[in-house]
């Protein structure tokens, strides 16, 4: 048996058919399993089900998938180390939903001319210029989100510029809005903006230049 | 191309999803865990994922619907 935690909330919250361990104002939702989940897109997406349920009832910070610990005891310990820290993240993702902007400007990478593949030179200037692109985009971006969200986190993807923002709920509309106006004043941008989702990506506090996350891989 | 234009929203939101669930969310080390499951095999399976989407739609609407590009 072990102990597949899933979300931490506050003690109030209703457990939506969790066990649940109450840490002072800070309560861990987890499930009794007979082992840990396999690591599977349905195992996944069971996850998520559960923490968007959960999410409706208030403030969530959503566990890692695949975060298993022994047992109560070992449970114990973990919130008694990260209440204090859990208690203020609760604070500042209450009454917030992460919204996640997809930006890409023009091909990332500059076809050859001719058809005759570039020379090294040519293909390290290729992809310094994409690269100046996409620091630019991304500085962009960030300014254009700024009014609307109360933080962002830089998420890396493939071809494309990712940010998470944490937006108060009901200011979703204002938050495509803000990137609508940054795409039209460049036609050659494309934008995607998905969510609202639990605050997966502000669990923590930013540190450092607040990159996070990990390249997808489609 | 504009927000709403974007035809392949629900497909996109399934992977956001996917890699929040396993690339966010608390973060816990230490001895008291006993394991952290072996994402990148998630991750190599996202290609079968996004194969058959419209199998697994359902999940994502459960899960909040795209933004934007949506249908």
Known sequence: ???????????EAPA?????LDRGAVSVLYESRDRAPRPEQVEV??????????ARNGPVL???????????????????DREVGWDHRLDVVSGHVEMVVHAAGPPSVPPSSGGSPASGRDYLMAR??????????????????????RETRELRGRDEVRLACLVPSG???????AVQQWCDERPDREVLVT????????TESATGSGAEGREVLV | MSVERRMVGEDVALVDLIDRLIGGGVVLTGDVVLSVADVDLVYLGLRLVLAPAHEVNESVRLSGRPAAGGR
């Open chain 1, 1 to 11: 048996m072990v102990l597949v935690l899933c979300a931490v909330v506050r003690p």
């Open chain 1, 45 to 54: 997406l069971r996850l998520g089900e559960v923490v968007q349920r959960v």
């Open chain 1, 128 to 149: 310094a210029a994409v690269r100046r692109h996409d620091v630019e985009l991304r500085a962009g971006l960030a300014r254009a989100v700024q009014e609307v969200a």
């Open chain 1, 195 to 202: 969510g609202p989702w639990p605050p997966f990506s502000f």
């Open chain 1, 171 to 177: 200011a979703e509309d204002g938050l495509r809005r």
């Open chain 1, 62 to 80: 959503p566990v890692r998938f695949g975060t298993v610990v022994e047992d109560l005891a070992a449970l114990e310990a973990l919130a008694r």
């Open chain 1, 16 to 20: 939506e058919g969790l066990e649940r």
